[in-house]
C-alpha cells in the first residue's frame, strides 16, 4: 500500500530536496544539476521526484532514467509501487548499489528481464589536482566539429549501452544532444585531421561536481597514454569550474580504471546500472 506521499516533489518541497542532494555532492550530481537548473516542479524538471515522506532521507527521479537516491526498504517498496502505477517511461535504473539493486528486485517481475545488469560500478572522485600532465591537445569541441565528432560518439555509445542511438530516428535526438552539450562547452576531444582519437563530455555539472562520461579512444591509438592526459585535460577543465570531478566506471573494465587511478581517481562509492529493453 502506497505510504502518505501519493503526488510528485513540488516547489515547497525544494529546500528539503536541496538538502538531500548536499548529503552526498559526487552521488547526486545528476539529479542535482537537473535541480539547480529546473527547480523541483515536474513540468520544468523533465522528469519527477518522489519521496515516501520527507525527502531528506526518502528520494528518487523518476525520468529518461529511473534514480533512486535515498530510503531504505519501505522506501523502495513506494518508489516501486509508484513506478507500476504509471506506464514505464525510463530505459534504465541507475544510483547507488544497494539501492538500485533493491528497486530492481521489486519491478523485474514486471518490467524484467533486464537487457544487462551491471552490479559494481565504481564512483570515483578526483580530490586534488590530476596526478598526469594535461593532453595539451585535448580542446572543446565547436559546432563546427560536430560531423567529425558524431560517429565517435556513436561508436562509444553502441559499444557501452549496447544500443545504436541511430537505430530510431536516424541519430537525430541523439546528435541534438550532443549539439546542446557542445553549445554548453562540456564537450573534448583531441583530433588527427578530422578524426578523433580522444573524446570525453561532461555529462551532468552541479555547482559542486561534473561528471565525466564517455570517455573512449580510438582502439588504433590506445596504449599511448591518450586516455591518461585526455581524462587529466578534461578533469583540469572541471576544476578549473571550481568543481570536482568525478565519472563512475564498470568493474570489468580494468583498463579504463587503470587509467583513472593513475590520473588520480579514487572509489567513493559504488554505484549499479540495470538496462530495460
Excluded at 520544468?44 to 527521479?61: I, K, N, R, T, V
Excluded at 504509471?86 to 533486464?114: F, K, T
Excluded at 578524426?195 to 596504449?223: C, H, L, N, T, Y
Amino acid at each position: 500500500m502506497l505510504t502518505r506521499r501519493r503526488q510528485p516533489l513540488q516547489a515547497a518541497d525544494a529546500h528539503a530536496v536541496g538538502r538531500a542532494l548536499d548529503q552526498d555532492p559526487v552521488a547526486m550530481c545528476m539529479v542535482a544539476a537537473r535541480v539547480e537548473c529546473y527547480g523541483v516542479e515536474p513540468r520544468w524538471l523533465g522528469g519527477q521526484l518522489w519521496s515516501a515522506d520527507d525527502p531528506e532521507y526518502s528520494l528518487c527521479f523518476s525520468g529518461a532514467n529511473l534514480i533512486p537516491l535515498l530510503g531504505g526498504d519501505a522506501d523502495l517498496d513506494y518508489f516501486a509501487e509508484v513506478a507500476l502505477a504509471r506506464p514505464r517511461e525510463c530505459s534504465s535504473i541507475v544510483g547507488p548499489a544497494h539501492l538500485a539493486l533493491g528497486l530492481w528486485d521489486r519491478l523485474e517481475h514486471v518490467w524484467g528481464p533486464a537487457r544487462d545488469v551491471r552490479p559494481v560500478q565504481q564512483m570515483m572522485a578526483l580530490s586534488g589536482p590530476p596526478r598526469v600532465a594535461d593532453d595539451p591537445e585535448v580542446r572543446l569541441v565547436t559546432r563546427a566539429d560536430l560531423d567529425s565528432y558524431f560517429p565517435a560518439a556513436v561508436t562509444m555509445f553502441t559499444s557501452e549501452i549496447g544500443i545504436d542511438p541511430c537505430a530510431f530516428d536516424g541519430g537525430r535526438a541523439y546528435r541534438q544532444r550532443l549539439g546542446g552539450l557542445i553549445d554548453a562547452q562540456r564537450v573534448f576531444a583531441r583530433f588527427d585531421g578530422d578524426r578523433v582519437v580522444f573524446k570525453a563530455e561532461i555529462g551532468a555539472m552541479s555547482r559542486a561536481v561534473g561528471q565525466i562520461q564517455g570517455v573512449w579512444v580510438d582502439p588504433e591509438f590506445r596504449s599511448a597514454g591518450i586516455g591518461r592526459g585526455g581524462t587529466a585535460a578534461v578533469a583540469s577543465a572541471i576544476r578549473a569550474h571550481g568543481r570536482v570531478p568525478s565519472l563512475y566506471v564498470n568493474d570489468f573494465n580494468v583498463g579504463a580504471r587503470r587509467v583513472y587511478e593513475a590520473v588520480g581517481f579514487e572509489q567513493v562509492s559504488t554505484f549499479a546500472t540495470i538496462l530495460i529493453d
